[in-house]
């Protein structure tokens, strides 16, 4: 693993738009992850699409997850969060058709699950992720299958909590259920780029980075992936055994 370490939040963003525009091959298939994270990201390969930069023009866009049941025009249904973010010429050139997302609304969702995993089949070039507190990528929750591909998940208490902020902190607003690639999907992915912030995030990225691989820690399962490159800011990376041995060698490659 490549692991970061930035002063904050805002470095540390700056840094994951450096490793995602050097390292994602333009024509090919992005990974999108949503969540308050990677919003900064998004940003800033905005800025990069206006300074004729970087373009998702001719990219496809994947992402790892959607709420079942959740209306078609709700603001917090992903495919719409991540079509604000990503998708026009004003925004990173991606196109409507290009972005890719799990039917929640489908009459099947087992249907959809299948028939998501076959359109993501082809392969991801560029993971984007973010991690829950208790650990997830993806909606994969403690104590699925390290296995799994896109299936239907249950939310966690923790994480409907977590996600409350964004249902006008209503818990009894956040939807129960998703649809979600699964581990083995998310490890399919030829890269990935993890990102991580505030203390919120401390403990599962000491499980992620220096734990034992386990369900209970789903993101744990990144130890297996050959490339994966984490940012986080010193909050996230607060609990950490050999923060310092990280940042020597982040350095050493990044001179
Ligand atoms: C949601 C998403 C995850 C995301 C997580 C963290 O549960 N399904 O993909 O990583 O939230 O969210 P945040 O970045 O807002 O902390």
Aim: aromatic residues 6%; proline residues 4%.
């Amino acid at each position: 693993m490549r692991i970061a370490i930035a002063p904050t939040q805002a470095e540390g963003t700056a840094i994951a738009a450096r490793v995602l525009m050097e390292r994602f091959e333009q024509g090919k298939a992005l990974g999108v992850a949503t969540g308050s994270t990677p919003l900064g990201l998004y940003d800033k390969l905005r800025e990069a699409h206006a300074a004729g930069e970087f373009t998702l023009a001719g990219s496809s866009a994947y992402a790892l997850d959607e709420y079942i049941g959740i209306d078609a025009d709700h603001p917090q249904r992903y495919r719409n969060v991540l079509a604000a973010e990503l998708v026009g010429e004003d925004k990173t050139g991606l196109k409507d058709d290009d972005l890719h997302t799990p039917d929640g609304l489908a009459d099947s969702p087992a249907q959809a699950a299948a028939d998501y995993e076959q359109a993501i089949a082809p392969g991801v070039d560029l993971q984007i992720l973010g991690i829950g507190s208790d650990g997830h990528i993806g909606f994969n929750e403690p104590g699925g299958s390290l296995a799994s591909r896109t299936h239907i998940g249950v939310l966690t208490e923790q994480t409907r909590t977590d996600n409350a902020r964004f249902f006008d902190n209503d818990i009894d607003k956040v939807p129960t259920h998703c649809l979600t690639q699964g581990l083995a999907t998310i490890m399919s992915a030829k890269k990935i780029l993890l990102l991580a912030f505030g203390e919120k995030k401390a403990e599962a990225m000491k499980q992620v980075i220096e734990g034992a691989v386990s369900a209970f820690w789903p993101g744990t399962i990144l130890q297996h992936h050959p490339d994966v490159t984490i940012v986080l800011d010193e909050a996230a990376a607060a609990q950490l055994q050999l923060a310092d041995y990280y940042k020597t060698i982040w350095e050493s490659w990044n001179k």
